[in-house]
């Protein structure tokens, strides 16, 4: 995509612009609202943009309301960015600056907000309003002063980040994944709280730009949801790669002075304080629903604000729906997606199909990558299932060696003394790719073993299944066979 002609006065500044036109234009003049619309969707993220274009072009009339921007949180301030972040520090490109990286992860947004833009979605017949929605009633979300009659809705405002109860942390004006890409300037020193997916993932980008990177962490080690052998391959990527690590830390205040933030911690070496130029929290979200009146519709949510839905992703009212980062634990837009076409289904038609049968892939797009499919070994040992594990290397295969990468490995967990597939830990430079095979293989109650007559290229690293499917079957073999 060439840069828009303009004066830019931060990289990317010209791309930003041709991006909030897309998502969010100031001078749209929103259509009549129609007698009765057959669905209203409120939120324009991943669920309620493929709830929208897909309810549309089965036929029905069709509303979405979005109050901030098109395309919620994955295009404007989340996976988007980040990973085009990711993807320009890596490898030949990891000594790039902060302006060329942050230039080209705008670029990358501009180009994709085209498929999320307000016109593609008119163009589609769907009548789209911008503001914030509340329920009037069951039949009627209010937009401003208009009034959408509506015979289902949908929810799918999605979720934002949520500040941990630290002492001073909100008064230092912490950076969120909604405001780091808006950063004009490079900082020098980073401080950031939580070392999930995404504190490892800004981590190592920011590392890999000249950033001094602390990381600090309550659990003692990172990607505490991810299987050990995982969390150990990446803690040993981002130390590799200069980020300073503080595990089992608790953070006790927060406190800027000026364009330095102090972060005091309690760990392993007692308490001490860290000193950064901007700091980035990345512990937790909350649902965005406080703002809908929900009381009026009955319709019931938990403490972090996300709605109650039962397996056909009804609320407690069933003329509303909720899909997506509202109404789920599993925060992924992948995850939203396929929750979206599940409502498009029960909402115009028989509410038959169900949330509890997906298999949801998980991946943290480090390098190494890691993927997760299913519960982890500790898991099962907790809940009492039995289980096999076959496991591989990416060394053991002859495409890793010729590419000089040996790294990472693949683990397989599948009910004891059968191939069906129960769970999988991948981590290596593809692992998000490499894991599309077993999660179809689950999705569609093909085993382990299926994999043994299925002819791959070679050399590839996919045949780590052919190889896992081989130590399957010879363990099978009687002593007879033998």
């Not at 925060?331 to 298999?359: C, E, G, M, S, Y």
């Not at 683990?411 to 998000?432: K, M, P, W």
Request: net charge negative.
């Amino acid at each position: 995509m060439a840069e828009p002609s303009g004066t830019s006065d931060y990289p990317g500044a010209a791309f930003d612009a041709v991006w909030r036109r897309l998502v969010f234009p100031a001078d749209y003049t929103p259509p009549d609202a129609r007698r009765r619309y057959d669905l209203v969707v409120i939120g324009a993220g991943p669920a309620g943009l493929v709830t929208a274009i897909a309810a549309a072009g089965l036929g029905a009339d069709v509303a979405l309301v979005e109050r901030a921007a098109m395309g919620g949180d994955c295009l404007n301030a989340g996976c988007v960015p980040s990973k085009s972040l990711l993807e320009f520090t890596r490898g030949a490109r990891s000594d790039a600056d902060f302006d060329a990286a942050y230039a080209w992860l705008r670029e990358v947004r501009a180009a994709i907000s085209q498929h999320d833009s307000v016109q593609r979605y008119t163009d589609a017949g769907v009548d789209v309003f911008l503001g914030s929605a509340k329920f009037v009633d069951q039949d009627t979300v209010l937009v401003g002063h208009v009034r959408l009659n509506t015979r289902r809705t949908v929810i799918a405002t999605g979720s934002r980040p949520a500040l941990p109860p630290i002492e001073g942390l909100a008064e230092s004006r912490p950076l969120t994944n909604e405001t780091l890409f808006d950063l004009k300037q490079r900082p020098r020193r980073l401080g950031i709280i939580g070392g999930g997916a995404v504190g490892c993932e800004i981590g190592q980008a920011f590392s890999r730009l000249g950033v001094e990177v602390t990381l600090i962490e309550t659990a003692d080690r990172l990607l505490p949801r991810e299987a050990p052998g995982a969390s150990e391959a990446v803690a040993g990527a981002l130390a590799a790669g200069g980020v300073h690590v503080e595990l089992g830390s608790q953070v006790r205040g927060v406190e800027r002075r000026g364009a330095v933030v102090t972060i005091a911690i309690d760990g392993g070496a007692g308490r001490r304080e860290i000193h950064a130029d901007e700091l980035l929290v990345a512990t937790g979200r909350r649902a965005n629903t406080d703002e809908l009146n929900l009381v009026a519709v009955g319709v019931e949510t938990d403490g972090t604000g996300r709605i109650a839905v039962d397996r056909h992703l009804r609320t407690t009212n069933h003329r509303i729906y909720a899909a997506g980062d509202v109404c789920s634990a599993l925060q992924l837009t992948h995850n939203a997606d396929a929750q979206a076409r599940i409502v498009v289904q029960n909402a115009l038609f028989l509410p038959t199909a169900r949330a509890d049968k997906l298999i949801v892939p998980r991946c943290t797009y480090t390098d190494p990558e890691v993927a997760q499919l299913g519960p982890l070994a500790a898991e099962l040992e907790r809940t009492g299932v039995a289980f096999d594990t076959y496991r591989t290397t990416f060394g053991e295969l002859d495409r890793g060696r010729t590419q000089g990468d040996t790294d990472g490995f693949v683990e397989v967990l599948t009910a004891a003394g059968g191939d069906q597939i129960l769970g999988a830990t991948l981590v290596g430079r593809d692992a998000g790719e490499q894991v599309a095979m077993l999660a179809f293989a689950m999705s569609n109650g093909l085993g382990l073993g299926a994999f043994a007559g299925t002819v791959l290229p070679y050399p590839t690293r996919a045949e780590y299944v052919r190889k896992l499917a081989d130590q399957y079957n010879r363990k099978r073999l009687t002593p007879f066979a033998k």
